[in-house]
């Protein structure tokens, strides 16, 4: 599949933006990670495989620090899949839909993330505050409640509050794009008002 001289362009701008996003996370020490926003956009403008190198790339260079987060790279490019289907439906087009979307990412991140982080720790928890901290409350050790549901549930807490972060920035995003740049854009199209296309329309007639 050709990619176009402009999702080149967005793909090293998507990656800063996912590591932007998540170096605020951890220096605000917000239970977020943010790391997904630049995934989710380029995806939405420009298709499946665009997002996914984002999503692969962004974790590809976290894991030089952490060895880790290279399993999450999975989660990412799950994400770049989803978000590039979504935008074809027009679902980021509206805001209330767009919200909405956060339910799959938090699905995918949380629910399937929360998998790979018990498998990756050796069937424990996470290093999560979040995850134990909901493990405490839930009264174990001592009640014996299961670790991988403490695992479960804090995990899908976290990422569907990250997610509804992540998509409304993305929203946002999407909507300040400039015309004449989206008109470039293989999905770009979808985001021009009907307004724009109509100016569009009369200055080439």
């Given at each position: 599949?050709?990619?176009?001289?402009?999702?080149?362009?967005?793909?090293?701008?998507?990656?800063?933006?996912?590591?932007?996003?998540?170096?605020?996370?951890?220096?605000?020490?917000?239970?977020?990670?943010?790391?997904?926003?630049?995934t989710i956009v380029v995806?939405?403008?420009?298709?499946?495989?665009?997002?996914?190198?984002?999503?692969?790339?962004?974790?590809?260079?976290?894991?030089?620090?952490?060895?880790?987060?290279?399993?999450?790279?999975?989660?990412?490019?799950?994400?770049?899949?989803?978000?590039?289907?979504?935008?074809?439906?027009?679902?980021?087009?509206?805001?209330?839909?767009?919200?909405?979307?956060?339910?799959?990412?938090?699905?995918?991140?949380?629910?399937?993330?929360?998998?790979?982080?018990?498998?990756?720790?050796?069937?424990?928890?996470?290093?999560?505050?979040?995850?134990?901290?909901?493990?405490?409350?839930?009264?174990?050790?001592?009640?014996?409640?299961?670790?991988?549901?403490?695992?479960?549930?804090?995990?899908?807490?976290?990422?569907?509050?990250?997610?509804?972060?992540?998509?409304?920035?993305?929203?946002?995003?999407?909507?300040?794009?400039?015309?004449?740049?989206?008109s470039k854009l293989p999905?770009?199209?979808?985001?021009?008002?009907?307004?724009?296309?109509?100016?569009?329309?009369?200055?080439?007639?």
């Amino acid at each position: 599949m050709k990619i176009s001289k402009q999702a080149l362009f967005l793909i090293p701008i998507g990656v800063a933006v996912n590591f932007i996003g998540g170096q605020i996370c951890i220096l605000t020490k917000l239970p977020a990670y943010l790391d997904a926003i630049g995934t989710i956009v380029v995806a939405a403008l420009c298709g499946t495989v665009p997002g996914v190198i984002v999503g692969l790339v962004s974790n590809v260079l976290n894991s030089l620090t952490d060895p880790n987060t290279l399993w999450y790279g999975l989660l990412n490019m799950a994400f770049a899949i989803v978000a590039a289907y979504l935008s074809k439906k027009l679902w980021f087009k509206n805001f209330g839909l767009t919200l909405l979307s956060s339910l799959f990412f938090a699905f995918i991140g949380g629910g399937i993330g929360s998998v790979m982080t018990w498998i990756i720790y050796g069937f424990d928890l996470g290093t999560s505050w979040v995850v134990n901290l909901v493990w405490i409350a839930l009264g174990s050790p001592e009640g014996g409640f299961p670790m991988f549901l403490a695992e479960f549930i804090g995990e899908v807490g976290v990422d569907l509050f990250d997610k509804v972060l992540t998509v409304i920035a993305s929203y946002f995003i999407l909507k300040a794009m400039p015309t004449r740049f989206l008109s470039k854009l293989p999905l770009g199209y979808i985001y021009i008002s009907d307004e724009d296309k109509a100016i569009e329309d009369s200055a080439e007639d």
